[in-house]
């Protein structure tokens, strides 16, 4: 069973080394990889009424994944925690 730790602290070291990942030859396919599952769930969304309520759930939770992906890239300032860079939550996978 599982059971909810708190996860380790997430620092601007962490989001920096995140971002260089994320613009490394791995990164950018991952990211390419990632735009194509979200453009495939809103189009499975747009196409399937019989299961709107399914794939709604799917592509909602499959965005907030990407949105958290480009949260922890964020680099934030102290002690406002003001965000610098990008702040759509796709924006991250539509730079290249």
């Given amino acids: ?6 996860p380790p602290e997430w620092s601007n070291g962490h989001a920096g ?3 260089t990942f994320m613009s490394g030859e791995v990164g950018v396919t991952l990211r390419y990889h ?7 769930n ?3 969304l747009i196409s399937s009424p019989a ?3 399914y ?4 592509a909602a939770g499959f965005k907030s994944a990407l949105a958290t992906l480009d949260g922890m890239a964020s680099i934030r300032s102290q002690p ?3 965000v610098v860079g990008v702040t759509d939550d796709l924006e991250w996978m539509r730079s290249a």
């Fill in 80 to 82: 406002e925690e003001e």
């Fill in 42 to 44: 809103c189009d499975r």
């Fill in 1 to 6: 069973m599982l059971q909810w730790a708190d």
């Fill in 17 to 19: 080394q995140l971002q």
């Fill in 51 to 53: 299961d709107l309520a």
């Fill in 55 to 58: 794939h709604a759930g799917h």
């Fill in 34 to 40: 990632l735009r194509s599952l979200h453009i495939q």
